[in-house]
């Protein structure tokens, strides 16, 4: 379906070249979110089929989070026999390599490294790597007593989006709710590290001992994530 909608849009668009000139939006990021709200999700399973199996929470952390700091700490961590989930906020993160959107120009909170690396030893990429940040091990939650760690598969779900992602870094002890500039600029969500993220509305479903390999490969990520999503809302 993708590579005929755009062999369309580009005989459509070749058709008009010569008397339509081509608009350039103001917004640099506008042509990545445009293109991945014209699938609204990876792979067979649906948002709603995620978000239903999600709707209750059987608390797995010994507290709540907050999404910022200046909120109150209202979010628990929730678990099932397969997964744990949140539901929050995205704020951005750009750290690991610089780019062009992700510097110590463009975030000022900017540093050039992630808590977990690829398999070269590189640090990840937050520009085109989507991944997830999980809160430090406290005495709220330690993700790594629940089968979670560098690499493992994330469903992120927003609105009636999936994209698959992996565990890629941690950020403070008591705060939830952060993605990476390329998962959020996929999900159509303005990713500019000083401005961007969303308020509310993000469901965040780590698959339990899951493990994109390489932790870089995004393909990777969709594929494993798909066949757990799978599993996930069979269960019962």
Not at 86 to 105: F, L, Y
């Amino acid at each position: 379906m993708r590579v005929q909608y755009f062999t369309l849009a580009a005989a459509s668009a070749a058709l008009l070249a010569t008397t339509v000139p081509t608009p350039v939006h103001p917004d640099p990021d506008f042509a990545i979110r445009h293109q991945r709200t014209t699938v609204p999700h990876e792979g067979a399973v649906t948002a709603a089929d995620l978000l239903a199996k999600v709707s209750d929470c059987t608390p797995v952390s010994n507290g709540r989070y907050r999404t910022d700091r200046d909120t109150p700490a209202t979010v628990p961590v929730c678990g099932t026999r397969d997964a744990v989930f949140w539901k929050a906020d995205m704020d951005i993160d750009c750290d690991g390599r610089p780019g062009t959107h992700c510097n110590s120009v463009t975030d000022p909170y900017f540093l050039p490294s992630t808590a977990f690396q690829q398999s070269d030893g590189r640090y990840l990429d937050a520009e085109h790597l989507p991944y997830v940040v999980v809160p430090m091990p406290s005495g709220i939650w330690n993700y790594r007593d629940h089968g979670v760690r560098g690499g493992s598969v994330v469903a992120v779900v927003y609105r009636d989006q999936v994209q698959y992602a992996v565990v890629g870094d941690t950020g403070p002890a008591d705060i939830i709710g952060e993605a990476s500039y390329a998962t959020a600029a996929a999900l159509g969500i303005p990713p500019d590290p000083r401005g961007g993220g969303t308020d509310s509305g993000v469901t965040y479903i780590v698959f339990k001992d899951s493990q994109a390999s390489p932790i870089e490969s995004h393909e990777a990520a969709v594929s494993e994530g798909e066949r757990l999503a799978r599993q996930f809302v069979g269960s019962s």
